[in-house]
């Protein structure tokens, strides 16, 4: 039996907790000249990819082939659904070449739910719109996890354009998971509304931010305002107020960011190269979070296959 | 600049005078605000009222003005909505001949409307009329910034930008924001600022073309007639939308202040007024309905105001049988049932402030057949006397009441210090001689427009003097024109 990871709730603490284990291996075979390892030889992995991504769909398929699967790439502008195909018939389509796991982004929420009706393949939810993204929330966890070698009881301030943002989703409710204390910092109009009844503080003011252990900067994800009133009347004035600047982080206070980062927009050019910045961790963690979520999908098919 | 600090405050200005020194002998010093009505003297000087009272040494190098003996003397006057029409169409007004238009009608401070060109909606602009303002201005100007780019109702302007240039308020006056999703994320994002929403209510689709209210004598006249409904329509949209935006604001702010009571829940750093912030503020209130509506969302506890014009409060639309193009005006005059209503809202604190909404125009915007003369009448020189003699001479509306309601009344719109009669307070006030009987003509108006709803009036009890910030800045000897 296959498992999906379509949300950050399909996990448990203890869930989580193994895959850092996991992980903790994988990080060690990254370190080796031969960065290889079989556990998933002559599996099929398909990296469907319907929007754009840089860190994401390169790092599952890295992590696929240090695995030893087999793995294709079809993104969105290549493919048949730009003529017009439907999910179902590319997920039935694909479902023929009799994959392991399908990694899926989609610009619309509960794309990857939905896949998993047509597909015997685990589905590795990789972002579904403004839904969810529960791998980088896993590799956002992983990455506290080695740098303050815990979770628990750790302080941090989400700032930025939270409405839209489904790293900010996935991460809110999964850092909350391993104990962390959660609060969200943007203005009022990029706040979702009702998110305060899941008993989340919010405030306007990066003066919130004084006590966090963590600053969590977001993308002002310009894409999905087109149509509506945008929700701040200019970068420049978003920036000035709510971005972030070396000056404004105080000493031991480490930065995050789900990429790819706006230089000059959520933080100063300078700021994403400080060595308070967590940005490039995140990526190397990415990696081999995603090497223990692949063989996490497909632990249960393993073990049914080696004792038959 | 640090933008973590304090949002910068509301910025009012003048040109500076020397500081003057002087004595107003037995007049009647009159301040609801300060319970105060005697008969005594008042001592100006620094800039501030230095004493006041029955018993004041009368030292021999202070100037005492004793023509003014017997007259009244009131707190100044604050207008919540004129149109000084800078930038952009000083043809109607400037900032020089609107305020001291102002000062000749008894004001001390005026809230400049941002329907100008380019529209105030950027913290340049707004610091230019204010840089502007404190070399030409007779009183004290406050500028509305826009709360959407160019008020085309599309996106938000840089509301923040503008509260470090000092605006007193945001408001798209002159047209409605009938966009509901960027009402409420003016609603929204304006948190913080401390600075209130002012809202042109109209539905423009709606009113269309009409000229003058819809009723008896819209039917009478043949001109096209404008439906109260247009009003109170959008009043109430705006007010669901305020209940659903402060409440959840103050779920927020609630959820905030449990997981820690940072002070900054739900509201700007430095914000120390209690409930939403902004609150919102409906202009010039015209129909009895939305009376009504203002009154119940009041009872909720809703942070609302309101404000009516003195032309809603004294006349209505049958006067446009005159077909008097100043008589034209936006939200047009209503039926006798909605003066009364509207008086019956002032009187009792429904309706907050009188604002006058002063709208200059050119001869050549008014002297053309109604339908398409431009929108607007004058308003400063003639607002406190017009009321003065109409309604508080009558017994219809107290002294009180309308001292309140054109002083402290809107300053309490814009969390500004209202100006008192009492010692140490900044020298603000006027003098009023309650018995001098006038009519407002063409030539009595200092003002650069003649567009005056009341040209031709018959009045009781004239500004005087008005000081500001301890100087005089108007000042008429008894039956001078």
């Not at chain 2, 750093?269 to 902004?278: E, I, K, M, Y």
């Not at chain 2, 108006?445 to 040209?455: D, T």
């Given at each position: 039996m296959v498992m999906h990871?379509?949300?950050?709730?399909?996990?448990t603490r203890a869930d989580i907790e193994k895959l850092f284990q996991l992980s903790d291996g994988f990080l060690e075979v990254a370190a080796r000249?031969?960065?290889?390892?079989?556990?998933?030889?002559g599996r099929t992995v398909i990296n469907l990819f319907l929007e754009p991504s840089t860190r994401t769909q390169s790092s599952f398929e890295l992590a696929a082939k240090r695995l030893s699967a087999d793995v294709i790439n079809i993104k969105g502008t290549t493919s048949s659904v730009v003529k017009g195909e439907s999910l179902k018939d590319t997920i039935l389509t694909l479902e023929s070449y009799r994959p392991d796991i399908i990694v899926m982004r989609h610009p619309q929420v509960g794309a990857s739910r939905l896949a998993t009706r047509y597909t015997k393949a685990a589905i590795v939810n990789a972002g579904d719109g403004t839904g969810e993204h529960p791998t980088q929330c896993l590799l956002d966890l992983y990455t506290i996890q080695r740098t303050f070698?815990?979770?628990?009881?750790l302080k941090i301030g989400m700032v930025g354009?939270?409405?839209?943002?489904r790293v900010a989703r996935s991460d809110l409710f999964g850092f909350r998971k391993m104990g962390m204390d959660v609060r969200l910092v943007a203005p009022p109009t990029l706040v979702p509304p009702?998110?305060?009844?899941?008993g989340v503080p919010i405030y306007h003011?990066?003066?919130?931010?004084?006590?966090?252990d963590i600053i969590y900067l977001l993308r002002?994800?310009?894409?999905?305002?087109?149509?509506?009133?945008?929700?701040?009347?200019s970068l420049r004035e978003y920036s000035r107020r709510w971005g972030l600047s070396p000056a404004k982080v105080k000493p031991g206070q480490r930065v995050m960011h789900p990429g790819p980062i706006n230089r000059g927009v959520e933080l100063s050019g300078d700021l994403a190269d400080?060595?308070?910045?967590?940005i490039l961790h995140q990526v190397e963690s990415g990696l081999a979070i995603r090497m223990a979520i692949l063989l996490w999908c497909l632990a249960g098919a393993l073990g049914e296959e080696s004792e038959a | 600049m640090d933008l973590l600090s304090r949002p910068f405050g509301p910025r009012l200005a003048c040109r500076a005078l020397p500081l003057e020194r002087f004595l107003l002998p037995d007049v009647r010093l009159f301040d609801p605000g300060e319970r105060l009505d005697l008969v005594g003297d008042l001592l100006i000087g620094d800039g501030k009222i230095l004493a006041l009272g029955p018993e004041i040494s009368r030292s021999e190098n202070v100037e005492v003005?004793?023509?003014?003996?017997?007259c009244w003397v009131f707190p100044g006057l604050v207008d919540p909505h004129v149109h000084?029409?800078?930038?952009?169409?000083e043809y109607k007004e400037d900032l020089e001949s609107g305020t001291a238009a102002a000062a000749a009608g008894g004001y001390v401070a005026v809230i400049a409307m941002a329907n100008t060109e380019p529209a105030v909606d950027c913290g340049p602009v707004a610091s230019w009329v204010l840089d502007q303002a404190g070399r030409r201005a007779q009183v004290r100007v406050g500028q509305v910034g826009a709360v959407s780019k160019g008020r085309l109702g599309q996106e938000l302007a840089e509301l923040w930008d503008l509260v470090q240039a000092g605006v007193t308020a945001f408001a798209d006056d002159g047209s409605p924001i009938a966009d509901a999703d960027l009402l409420l994320h003016a609603l929204r994002y304006a948190r913080g600022t401390g600075r209130p929403l002012l809202l042109h209510l109209e539905n423009k689709s709606l009113a269309t073309d009409g000229v003058m209210r819809e009723g008896k004598w819209s039917a009478r006249l043949g001109l096209r007639g404008i439906p109260a409904v247009c009003e109170s329509g959008p009043l109430a949209r705006d007010l669901e939308l305020i209940r659903y935006a402060f409440a959840e604001e103050s779920r927020q702010a609630s959820q905030a202040a449990e997981s820690?009571?940072?002070?900054?829940a739900g509201k700007g750093?430095?914000?120390?007024?209690?409930?939403?912030?902004?609150f919102v503020h409906f202009q010039h209130l015209s129909v009895a309905r939305s009376v009504q509506l203002l009154r119940q969302a009041k009872e909720e506890g809703l942070a609302v105001t309101g404000e009516v014009t003195p032309h809603h409060l004294l006349l209505?639309?049958?006067?446009l049988c005159s077909f008097?193009?100043?008589?034209?005006v936006n939200p047009p005059l209503g039926s006798e049932g909605d003066r009364e209503a509207l008086l019956g809202g002032l009187a009792d604190g429904t309706i907050d402030c009188i604002g006058s909404d002063h709208a200059p125009h050119a001869p050549h915007e008014k002297e053309v057949p109604i339908e398409e003369a431009a929108w607007g009448s004058t308003g400063l020189e003639t607002a406190f006397a017009a009321l003065f003699s109409r309604l508080v001479l009558p017994g219809r509306l107290s002294l009180g009441r309308l001292v309140e309601a054109m002083s402290s009344g809107p300053c309490g719109v814009f969390g500004l210090p209202a100006p008192r009669?009492?010692?140490?307070?900044?020298a603000d006030f006027f003098v009023f001689d309650p018995e001098e009987e006038w009519q407002v003509t063409e030539t009595s108006?200092?003002?650069?427009?003649?567009?005056?709803?009341?040209?031709g009036a018959e009045l009781t009890g004239r500004v005087r003097m008005t000081v500001v910030a301890g100087s005089r800045r108007f000042v008429r000897a008894r039956g001078e024109v």
């Open positions: 990871l379509l949300s950050i709730d399909d996990l000249p031969i960065k290889k390892v079989p556990t998933l030889r070698g815990h979770t628990e009881g354009d939270i409405l839209r943002s009702g998110i305060e009844e899941w003011d990066l003066e919130a931010l004084e006590e966090v002002m994800q310009l894409e999905r305002a087109k149509g509506r009133v945008p929700p701040v009347p400080d060595d308070r910045s967590l | 003005l004793s023509d003014l003996a017997g000084l029409r800078t930038p952009g169409f820690g009571g940072r002070r900054t750093a430095g914000s120390s007024q209690s409930g939403p912030v902004p209505t639309d049958e006067a008097d193009p100043s008589l034209k009669l009492a010692v140490g307070a900044p108006l200092r003002g650069k427009s003649r567009n005056c709803a009341f040209l």
